[in-house]
């Protein structure tokens, strides 16, 4: 039940490992901090004071800048930072190099959503927020409901920076998921000079990413602009399917003295093959270690079926094969800024944002397994399902997205006397459908995963409508008491408006365990009161002591199509029940540590910077959701309960520090303990068995992490080796099951190309080689919680693929 152990080179002690890496961050610290006469190294800026940037922007060779004056932990990651780890990488993915974020995804770019997993402190990626300039990305879930993907908001090589907040976002950030951190994207500005940049990809597997970008330069007023296009075709590992898109972005900004005008236009057009996961149980004896799918062949795949009842191989189980599986997105966002400063003492924003998403999760496989003989039997009684469906034994599933959705953010800040005065707002309403449906699949036309059905279904087996209105308020004070400390207090009230409609019913006797029809119904929720308390002590000009208290909440999941939604219940009943009884997650945060940076004259050592963090976390009211019916299979699954069902308690401890060695070499290191554990056990299935999770740790989020990246830099020359150890992770909520832990290392070099500038029109040609999974490796890069007892399943680790980036300006 088990991955791979790790060979015994990396085979070692979790606690020693502790130990050992807080000893030597400890020295180090002790020795940085120490009242030398070296010269004093500023606290990197916020991400708002960093420099204007493009896909062209030299690298900085440092691992990870702490962002001060935060009350809480907040680490930022530059644009030269997140170019290293794979020209055109996701910014969530590039976030792995940061203690505490463990992020795993099928592909080296990241791109990948079905099958990504995120986990921070041990709350997952629907328990964090997201935003890009300010703009709420909603919560990731991988039915879009209420936002998008940062990698379809923006190209990669057009974001300047990317900031975790891994205890507590602010209180402005507009978010109703963030109870365990905040993820904030932002865009580069305009360069001040004219300048046309490309960069093109090519690597493993028929890679090729292509990124033109045209920056306008400053022409006249304040004005300046750039436009760009991404395109990325790249062939899974596994299977012969193309993972694709386009993306578009333009970017304006007008400057007046001190106001400024902002504009930004995204468009994003992705089609992608999903993974099948691997299924393992004490029963399931075939656990393959990929599972991939026959496209294009069709004629193998009709001949792997049963011609009489169209299953797969029942050697095969719950492991079986599907002909392909898709993700198709298009997206839409923009948004308008202004900001004004009427006076020296008064600044404030407001922002107005659109976002329009269409899209579909399609799926071609078999008629004969997972209980769908029964559900199209409702529908085509006494009928040649095969023949109904086309004569080819499968059956196209579509889940068909739809979002339209707009806000408006505003900001106020005050300055009267020693303190500063915030307030702000955030409005939203978003219309969120989710439609089931199937289509047949003509044994002389089977059509591909690249594609939509544009004819009529066979089967609208649901359609779900549900209109959502948020309402965001906070007010916060900062007090600088004195020169070396700074006070932060204040609330914001979270107040959220749903109501959910199915225009489509599912047809008597569909749905498992007799229900008539779906739910309808609304849910108002509304905390009018949650605090934060903070401060900052800067103990030198080199080091700051921050801690911070707050409160937060997540509001419930309006989707009508599956997941920790009421509206995805299967009865009213259910979902009455659950508007009576049930209450949203809420967390409450406390955090303390200490940051800083210093240049030294210790030999070798020329400088270091650092954030050692330690935190804890009650989360209370986890909800679950819980089958009272047995589970017949991932298409039709049980009658489910969402319910709350007991608290968690999480402690943990960040540490991570950069080593300066000269101007020419770095070594960046990060550990992260995280122990975060159920306070209660739980009532499931129609005899109310009690499932024993008290005291038992969270699954999939991993105990340990440990990450380093050594730097080099000898003038045109660039190089990192990158490693990524994650520790063992449960498998099942009871802890019986647990996946072994891995070591993945990465390599880049780069060189600049001077005889290709000789003739002074081509600008900072570069060349860059990138290696993923240096070794080779073979494991369980993630584990996905199953919602039956003694099940789970696994996603593999890709191979070893290499990169080569070519990037110059003109």
């Not at 340990?704 to 490693?723: C, I, P, R």
Request: charged letters at 15%; one cysteine or more; glycine letters at 10%.
């Amino acid at each position: 039940m088990t991955a791979p152990s790790l060979p015994s080179p990396f085979r070692f002690s979790a606690h020693r490992l502790c130990a050992v890496a807080a000893a030597i961050w400890l020295l180090a610290a002790q020795a940085a901090w120490a009242d030398t006469a070296a010269p004093a190294a500023s606290v990197a800026p916020a991400p708002s004071d960093a420099a204007e940037g493009g896909a062209a922007t030299t690298h900085s060779l440092q691992a990870v800048e702490v962002v001060a004056k935060r009350t809480r932990s907040a680490t930022s990651l530059q644009a030269s930072d997140v170019q290293a780890q794979l020209p055109g990488v996701n910014p969530l993915k590039a976030l792995q190099s940061l203690p505490g974020v463990s992020y795993q995804t099928a592909d080296p770019w990241g791109n990948n959503e079905q099958n990504a997993q995120l986990f921070i402190h041990g709350f997952s990626a629907q328990q964090l927020g997201y935003t890009l300039d300010g703009v709420p990305l909603g919560d990731q879930q991988y039915g879009n409901y209420n936002g998008l993907s940062p990698q379809r908001a923006i190209s990669s090589e057009n974001v300047r920076s990317v900031v975790l907040s891994s205890g507590a976002g602010d209180l402005a950030t507009a978010s109703t998921s963030n109870l365990g951190g905040t993820i904030e994207t932002f865009s580069s500005d305009p360069r001040s000079q004219h300048r046309l940049s490309l960069e093109q990809t090519l690597g493993s597997y028929s890679a090729t990413r292509s990124f033109v970008r045209y920056d306008t330069g400053d022409f006249g007023e304040g004005n300046s602009a750039y436009v760009s296009a991404m395109r990325l075709r790249a062939r899974a590992w596994d299977f012969d399917g193309s993972q694709g898109g386009e993306h578009y972005n333009a970017k304006f900004v007008r400057r007046m003295g001190d106001d400024r005008l902002t504009a930004y236009l995204s468009y994003s057009h992705k089609i992608e093959p999903n993974e099948d996961s691997t299924v393992h149980s004490a029963s399931q004896v075939f656990q393959p270690y990929t599972r991939p799918f026959y496209y294009p062949d069709f004629a193998a795949y009709v001949a792997y079926l049963d011609p009489k009842t169209s299953a797969t191989p029942t050697a095969q189980g719950a492991n079986y094969n599907n002909y392909y599986s898709a993700a198709q997105r298009d997206d839409t966002l923009g948004y308008l800024k202004y900001e004004a400063q009427p006076s020296e003492t008064l600044r404030w924003s407001q922002q107005l944002y659109w976002h329009h998403d269409k899209g579909a999760g399609l799926v071609a496989g078999p008629i004969g397994v997972a209980g769908l003989p029964g559900l199209f039997s409702v529908y085509f009684p006494g009928q040649n399902l095969k023949q109904v469906f086309g004569n080819s034994g499968l059956a196209l599933r579509t889940t068909e997205y739809r979002i339209d959705r707009g806000g408006l953010i505003g900001k106020f800040e005050l300055e009267l006397g020693e303190h500063q005065l915030q307030a702000g707002y955030w409005f939203e309403h978003n219309r969120a459908d989710a439609y089931r449906r199937w289509y047949p699949v003509d044994v002389n036309n089977p059509g591909t995963p690249y594609d939509r059905p544009n004819g009529d279904a066979l089967i609208t087996q649901y359609g779900s409508t549900i209109q959502n209105r948020v309402v965001q308020l906070h007010l916060q004070d900062s007090w600088q008491v004195r020169s070396d400390l700074l006070l932060q207090a204040g609330f914001k009230s979270s107040l959220q408006f749903a109501e959910g409609r199915f225009p489509v019913q599912q047809k008597a006797g569909s749905i498992t365990g007799g229900s008539p029809a779906l739910p309808e119904g609304r849910i108002d929720t509304k905390r009018w009161f949650l605090p934060q308390a903070g401060l900052v002590w800067t103990l030198s000009p080199q080091a700051q002591v921050y801690a911070n208290v707050q409160k937060n909440l997540r509001q419930f999941v309006t989707y009508g199509a599956g997941g920790l939604s009421p509206w995805s219940l299967s009865s009213q009943a259910g979902f009455d029940l659950f508007k009576a009884t049930a209450k949203p997650e809420t967390s409450e945060t406390y955090e303390t540590g200490l940051r800083g940076r210093r240049a030294l004259d210790l030999g070798p050592l020329s400088a270091i910077e650092g954030q050692l963090s330690v935190y804890h976390v009650d989360f209370h009211d986890r909800l679950l959701q819980i089958s009272s019916t047995p589970v017949i299979g991932v298409i039709n699954p049980g009658n489910p309960i969402l319910a709350n069902v007991g608290d968690v308690r999480t402690d943990g401890i960040d540490l991570a520090a950069t080593l300066h060695f000269g101007s020419h070499w770095s070594f960046y290191n990060a550990l992260s303990y995280n122990r975060s554990v159920y306070t209660a056990d739980y009532q499931t299935g129609s005899n109310n068995t009690t499932v024993n999770t008290s005291g038992k740790r969270v699954p999939g989020s991993p105990q340990l992490l440990e990450k380093f990246t050594l730097s080099m830099n000898y003038g045109d020359v660039e190089a990192q080796l990158m490693g990524d150890y994650v520790g063992r992770r449960y498998a099942t909520y009871t802890n019986d099951l647990w996946v072994s832990g891995y070591f993945l290392a990465s390599a880049m070099v780069g060189t600049r190309l001077p005889m290709l500038e000789s003739g002074g029109l081509l600008k900072d040609a570069r060349l860059r080689l990138t290696v993923s999974n240096l070794a080779n490796r073979r494991g369980d890069l993630n584990v996905v919680v199953g919602s039956a007892a003694g099940t789970y399943n696994t996603f593999p680790i890709p191979p070893r693929q290499y990169f080569l980036t070519f990037s110059g300006a003109f």
